[in-house]
């Protein structure tokens, strides 16, 4: 089955204790992107990645890392959270052809972090 | 500045009760829109994706159209188990960048 799995599902942490949420694919897309989302604000883009080692900054960037070193996975660092990325994460990917008819972004399923 | 937008924000609508989404758009570099559905606590699910001004998808009871400015997403007959938050997202070029942009959705809540 196609899918895009995050782990964990649920994360409370405390602020400045390192964590990583993990993103997989197995649909060999080589576009992959993290979204948070917050009530009032939708879905904006953290990073994305084009491929294997090329990433790239989203509109919120900030206190986040990104690494692609497989194709399928994707994980989010945050190296030393705060409070105000307490939110829900998604991870996404699609075929490279983005903006054609095989373009689509699949999501994963969330990951709801809380940082108290 | 890109900017999406969704209205209405919230919409309940009775069982049998037809209307419109609205998704209008200020970006640079169209290269396509797109809807998703999303459910409490799932990820957004894909719908349609609309790339030039006059293209029309049907799905169902859903039906998205598109113009220069903005897409709609008509719901005819609509069911309860069509409530739900429905996206809207533009593929843009800004800058160097490919970049998908969000608005920030409207919840659907249909009626038995």
């Known amino acids: 089955e196609a899918q895009v799995t995050q782990n964990p599902r649920y994360l409370i942490t405390v602020t400045g204790k390192k964590l990583t949420v993990t993103c997989s694919q197995n649909?060999?897309?080589?576009?992959m992107s993290w979204y948070r989302q917050d009530p009032g604000l939708g879905l904006r883009q953290i990073y994305y990645?084009?491929?294997?080692?090329?990433?790239d900054k989203g509109d919120v960037p900030e206190g986040y890392k990104v690494s692609r070193k497989e194709k399928r996975n994707f994980p989010l660092i945050l190296e030393s959270p705060s409070p105000n990325q307490t939110s829900l994460y998604f991870c996404?990917?699609?075929?490279?052809?983005f903006g054609t008819g095989s373009s689509v972004q699949y999501f994963g399923p969330g990951t709801r972090l809380t940082v108290l | 500045e890109d900017q999406v937008t969704q209205s209405p924000e919230a919409l309940r609508l009775q069982e049998g009760e037809s209307s419109s989404l609205n998704c209008s758009y200020t970006?640079?570099?169209?290269?396509?829109l797109f809807w998703y559905r999303q459910d409490p606590g799932k990820g957004p699910e894909f719908l349609f994706t609309?790339?030039?001004a006059g293209e029309e998808k049907e799905k169902e009871r859903l039906k998205a159209t598109l113009t220069k400015k903005e897409s709609f997403l008509h719901i005819t007959a609509p069911k309860p188990e069509d409530s739900a938050t429905y996206l809207c997202?533009?593929?843009?070029?800004?800058?160097?960048?490919?970049?998908?942009?969000f608005g920030s959705g409207t919840q659907l809540t249909v009626l038995p």
């Open positions: 996404a990917s699609s075929s490279l052809a």
């Open positions: 649909m060999n897309h080589e576009y």
């Open positions: 990645s084009m491929n294997v080692e090329v990433t």
């Open positions: 970006v640079s570099g169209l290269r396509g």
């Open positions: 609309l790339y030039s």
């Open positions: 997202a533009v593929h843009h070029l800004s800058g160097s960048a490919r970049q998908l942009t």
